[in-house]
């Protein structure tokens, strides 16, 4: 099935630092979402982009609606311990309410 | 409030047998939806219902068949099991079936042997 492109595929970090990553696709989504993912779990909604160009924050996470419409980019700010987890991007297109997911970002954080 | 709930936890099942697993929604969620998590990516969609009516499909054989109650609880069936059936299978509910206000329950780990 179709997968959005994630990277970097795995990062790991110092206690404190900043991340990036990133979600690509070769076709145009209308809505955007970010996921977090912990071990043994579902994954549970981060952020909820709806416009070409949002910029939307929630704590110290900040996405970005890409301005092709193509892509989505996602920043940690400061991370702690917690932050651990898989992250995953996800597009919804206009008519249809199937999430297409990404192939999703690991992420270690060091103390 | 309890969140969505799936049972059971973890299964194993031998080639060729059948499946059940059993979602029940938030409270006053009328939408489900099943995603298959195979290990090391990101869920792949394989039905939304609404209203005890089917929605949306994903692109699964027909050995996959689901259905949602009355009470808006839902089955996912998947017959003949395949060794590459083995996933993490999550059910998400919604209270008008848009998916950006979907909540995911923990799962069913579904081991295929």
């Known amino acids: 099935g179709q997968q959005l492109n994630q990277s970097p595929q795995s990062m790991f970090i110092q206690e404190g630092e900043d991340v990036s990553m990133n979600c690509t696709s070769s076709s145009i989504f209308n809505t955007w979402l970010w996921y977090k993912q912990d071990p043994g779990e579902g994954p549970v909604l981060l952020i909820a982009l709806y416009k070409a160009g949002e910029l939307t924050s929630n704590g110290r996470l900040t996405a970005q609606f890409g301005i092709t419409r193509k892509d989505s980019f996602l920043n940690i700010s400061a991370s702690i311990p917690s932050d651990v987890g898989i992250y995953f991007c996800a597009g919804l297109t206009r008519g249809t309410d199937k999430l297409i997911f990404g192939t999703g970002t690991r992420l270690q954080v060091f103390p | 409030d309890a969140g969505v709930t799936q049972s059971p936890t973890h299964l194993i099942k031998t080639r060729g047998q059948h499946v059940t697993l059993r979602c029940s929604p938030i409270s006053g969620h009328k939408s489900v939806s099943w995603y298959q998590q195979v290990l090391g990516q990101g869920p792949q969609f394989i039905f939304q219902?609404?209203?005890?009516?089917?929605?949306g499909r994903g692109n699964f054989p027909d050995r996959f068949s689901a259905r949602q109650f009355p009470n808006y609880s839902s089955e996912l069936n998947v017959n003949a099991l395949l060794l590459g059936d083995s996933a993490l299978y999550l059910c998400?509910?919604?209270?008008?079936?848009?998916?950006?206000?979907?909540?995911f329950g923990q799962g069913t780990r579904l081991t295929v042997v």
């Open positions: 219902y609404y209203e005890k009516e089917e929605r």
């Open positions: 998400a509910s919604s209270l008008t079936g848009f998916s950006t206000e979907a909540f």
